[in-house]
């Protein structure tokens, strides 16, 4: 085994080579795990791989699984209240083929929304905004994804003054451009997000905007950080990029334990999942 120079040029004996690799792997190991462990985990639709999405049982389970926040989407009903369902109809999750807005909250909160993923969970109900909002554990946040435009952020207001939840408590994400401008003047102090998937044949032939493009209107637009699909090319320089703009950037959705670890690495400041328990568990061993 060949002998290492230290710093002033010494040759280093075998064995204190040796020790040295050691101790320079552990501290990397040990730095990688630290990086790793401080990716915050969001419960997509909360723990929505174990129970119905977007009802209070899979945000309630995405909590108790330790994920530092929980993630829904709003649409608007009829009555312009804001109800936690993902798609823009009632077919897939309560069976009922009918647009959120046409119908009332009360006759969304009718139909069950947990039969269709077994029969432990049927009764469960298309929560208002506003009850999940009443439920956040201390020290965890409520990510809201905005599935309507601009109209929806009136009525996003007045349920966060009727909750009562300090801005730090909630953020603010969605595709729309235009609704997240909205949402940053409505909410100054409520981190904003901007979602963006990704689909290399449409960013080859300049149908989808670059990373440099996200960047700059994000900026332009005081956003706090870019939301990306984890199928954007995602490594070290691609995060300092984010991070030297003064974005911050999230990643969804991933259910995959080495990919969360190459985010990790990356640098990214968190991960959405629909398994938060499990991801958790796997990042601690």
């Known amino acids: ?22 101790a320079r792997v552990l501290l990397l190991f040990f730095l990688g795990a630290l990086k790793v462990q401080a990716v915050d985990i969001i ?12 009802t209070m049982a899979a945000f309630k389970l995405g909590w108790q699984q330790g ?18 369902i993902h798609d823009d109809n009632t077919k897939r999750v309560a069976g009922l083929g009918k647009k959120v807005a046409e119908q009332t909250l009360a006759e969304l909160r009718a139909l069950d929304a947990g ?16 009850e999940v909002l009443t439920a956040i554990p201390a020290g965890k946040r409520l990510v809201i994804e905005v599935k309507e435009g601009p109209e929806a952020v009136p009525p996003l207001s007045d349920a966060f003054k009727r909750s009562g939840r300090k801005p730090s408590e909630i953020v603010i994400i969605g595709f ?24 290399a044949r449409k960013q080859a032939a ?19 950080g870019l939301n990306l699909s984890y199928k954007w090319p995602i490594n070290g320089p691609f995060a300092k990029k984010v991070k030297d703009a003064g974005l911050e950037l999230y990643v969804w959705t991933v259910d995959d334990l080495a990919l969360t670890k190459e985010l990790a690495a ?11 328990g499990w991801l958790r568990q796997k990042l601690a061993e």
């Open 266 to 276: 990356a640098g990214v400041d968190g991960i959405t999942t629909n398994r938060p």
């Open 1 to 22: 085994m060949a002998a290492e120079v230290n710093r002033v040029g010494r040759r280093l004996p075998p064995l204190m080579f040796v020790k040295a690799t050691v």
């Open 115 to 130: 039969k269709w993923k077994g029969k432990e969970w049927i009764g469960e109900k298309i929560p208002a905004l506003d």
């Open 206 to 224: 300049g149908e989808e905007p670059t990373l440099e493009e996200l960047i700059r209107k994000a900026v332009d637009a005081r956003f706090d």
């Open 67 to 84: 994920a530092d926040a929980v993630e829904l989407d709003v649409h608007l009903t009829r009555d312009g209240r804001l109800a936690v």
């Open 176 to 199: 729309s451009f235009e609704t997240m401008k909205a949402a940053r003047k409505e909410f100054p102090d409520t981190p904003v997000y901007w979602l963006a998937g990704f689909d």
């Open 43 to 54: 419960a997509h639709r909360g723990a929505s791989h174990d129970a119905p999405e977007n």
